[in-house]
């Protein structure tokens, strides 16, 4: 059974271009949740999906946007890229709410 | 602040030995969950404790939770150069769906 995997693994952007991520959960899983985590901090909520819609959002602009298909699978997507946005981005999965949160091995972002 | 706080930041120990590292929170909480996560890369799940439980085994692994006093902590015992990692915990609470907010994390260093 494969976990939550995430691509790609390592990206590098320059300022002002887009970049999307992907997601695909654990198997059984309908709940994705996206987090940021900058070099030495904790993960930062961004956003989490389920039945393909947004259902609670973090403190981040909307320049970061989001979407999850009918096989639960889920894509972030960044428009305008700021240095600061450089950080691992990270996906979690889970089969319902409050439950265990599986994690990916994450996506780590580089704005140029 | 929702986020949780950790202590200490770091904690170095020698192999053998037990290591312990403490939550905090501020707010009411459904679960609280610990992971381990190796040189940036994606987290581990370790632990998950309910509120309305006090004490969580797993392995080498003990988590207490006093929520009247808002904490909880994590044993480590009989320490490995393996458990050398950033721990991690996070909540999830009433009326904030299921997201996770972490604390800053503590770096934990076990010397062979």
């Known amino acids: 059974d494969a976990g939550v995997t995430q691509s790609p693994t390592h990206l590098i952007k320059t300022r002002g271009?887009?970049?999307?991520?992907?997601?695909?959960?654990?198997?059984?899983?309908?709940?994705?949740?996206?987090?940021?985590?900058?070099?030495?901090q904790g993960p930062?909520?961004?956003?989490?999906?389920?039945?393909?819609?947004?259902?609670?959002?973090?403190?981040?602009p909307d320049r970061f946007s989001g979407h999850q298909f009918p096989n639960y699978s889920s894509e972030l997507n960044v428009n305008a890229l700021l240095l600061g946005d450089?950080?691992?981005?990270l996906c979690a999965s889970s089969p319902v709410l409050n439950t265990e949160a599986f994690f990916g091995q994450g996506t780590r972002l580089t704005v140029v | 602040?929702?986020?949780?706080?950790?202590?200490?930041?770091?904690?170095?120990?020698?192999?053998?030995?037990?290591?312990?590292?403490?939550?905090?929170?501020?707010?009411s909480i459904n679960n609280l969950q610990w992971y381990r996560q190796n040189s940036g890369r994606g987290l581990v799940h370790l632990i998950l404790i309910r509120s309305n439980e006090r004490e969580k085994h797993s392995g080498r692994l003990r988590v207490t939770l006093d929520t009247s006093k808002k904490s909880?902590?994590?044993?480590?015992?009989?320490?490995?150069?393996?458990?050398?990692?950033?721990?991690?915990?996070?909540f999830?609470?009433?009326n904030q769906g299921g997201k996770l907010i972490f604390g800053q994390g503590t770096e934990l260093s076990v010397k062979p």
């Open chain 1, 17 to 40: 271009q887009q970049v999307t991520l992907r997601c695909s959960p654990k198997s059984g899983h309908d709940t994705v949740s996206w987090y940021q985590q900058a070099l030495g």
């Open chain 1, 44 to 60: 930062q909520f961004i956003f989490q999906y389920y039945e393909e819609e947004e259902r609670q959002r973090g403190n981040f």
């Open chain 1, 86 to 89: 450089s950080a691992l981005y």
């Open chain 2, 1 to 27: 602040s929702q986020q949780g706080e950790e202590d200490p930041q770091a904690l170095s120990i020698q192999e053998g030995e037990n290591a312990t590292m403490n939550c905090s929170y501020k707010t």
């Open chain 2, 72 to 90: 909880s902590s994590l044993l480590i015992t009989a320490s490995r150069a393996a458990d050398t990692a950033s721990y991690f915990c996070a």
């Open chain 2, 92 to 94: 999830t609470s009433y």
